[in-house]
């Protein structure tokens, strides 16, 4: 597919937690399709993506992307959610706000985003998060990016709550999802012709209960389903999605799966549209 003069590609990268690694697919198939954003908007694991791939010149994305693939072809669900059973058990007595410690999360958003401010990235990122205070999502452009992705990926009760300073003073922040899972309203403001929507989200699902997580995790993805669609007139939108392996969300063993299938599904996708005569 070949880019059209003029276009100004907006990525906009979802939740979904392990599934994460389908949106590495899915970048392989939009940069074989010739794509090179002008910016993005990322929620929870989705903005922890869009940080890397902002980190570098449009030029260097594939590059890029498949670094990201080996970054995350290393992860383990002990690397995002460590300790064992009797660990966890002693953060929570000295952190009640969450059942698993931040380290390890913490660590991989170290790694990946190498840039100390968010409005210092080569391309421009949205990070999206859930102030609490009033239930809303913010669309952050500018601020300390470790800090703000620590926010968009702290689900609640699973890790802390992040503090950040708003215009009327400290405000609790938790993961982006719960306010705006896919987040495409965040898009209007860089001026996009074409918005492409790497959708790593699943519907709720939870088929058979083994731990509390699975029952919290079930629920969050019901809250995070509750907002309204987003209208962007004159702007083409382009909606990648990939299929569901049916793995808990928390469980980061099928990735190399993951980064295939989003590879798959995004090629057909970009495929059945460049065949059509609306895409030439």
Not at 68 to 92: C, E, K, M, N, Y
Not at 136 to 149: F, K, N
Not at 239 to 249: E, F, K, N, Q, V
């Amino acid at each position: 597919m070949q880019e059209l003069m003029g276009t100004r590609d907006v990525l906009v990268l979802s939740g979904g937690a392990s599934r994460g690694a389908v949106q590495v697919g899915m970048m392989r198939a939009l940069v074989e399709a010739g794509v090179r954003p002008a910016a993005y908007v990322g929620t929870s694991v989705g903005a922890l993506n869009a940080a890397f791939l902002a980190g570098s010149e449009p030029d260097d994305l594939p590059a890029r992307v498949e670094e990201l693939g080996r970054h995350w072809a290393g992860i383990t669900t002990r690397d995002v959610f460590p300790g064992s059973h009797w660990t966890r058990i002693g953060h929570v007595v000295r952190h009640p706000a969450s059942l698993y410690s931040s380290s390890g999360l913490q660590t991989l958003v170290r790694t990946w985003a190498q840039h100390e401010r968010l409005e210092d990235l080569p391309t421009p990122l949205r990070v999206v998060t859930t102030r609490l205070e009033t239930s809303e999502a913010v669309y952050h452009d500018a601020g300390d990016l470790h800090t703000l992705l620590m926010a968009s990926t702290a689900l609640p009760s699973i890790f802390d709550p992040i503090r950040l300073t708003g215009p009327d003073g400290p405000e609790t922040h938790v993961d982006g999802g719960i306010a705006d899972l896919v987040p495409v309203a965040g898009a209007p403001s860089l001026a996009p012709t074409r918005v492409f929507v790497l959708d790593a989200s699943v519907p709720a699902r939870l088929r058979r209960v083994r731990t509390p997580i699975d029952v919290l995790l079930a629920s969050l993805a019901v809250s995070m389903r509750v907002r309204p669609g987003v209208d962007l007139p004159g702007v083409e939108v382009v909606h990648l999605t990939a299929p569901d392996l049916g793995i808990r969300m928390h469980d980061f063993s099928r990735t190399a799966a993951h980064v295939a299938m989003g590879h798959e599904a995004a090629t057909a996708a970009l495929s059945a549209r460049a065949a059509t005569p609306a895409a030439a």
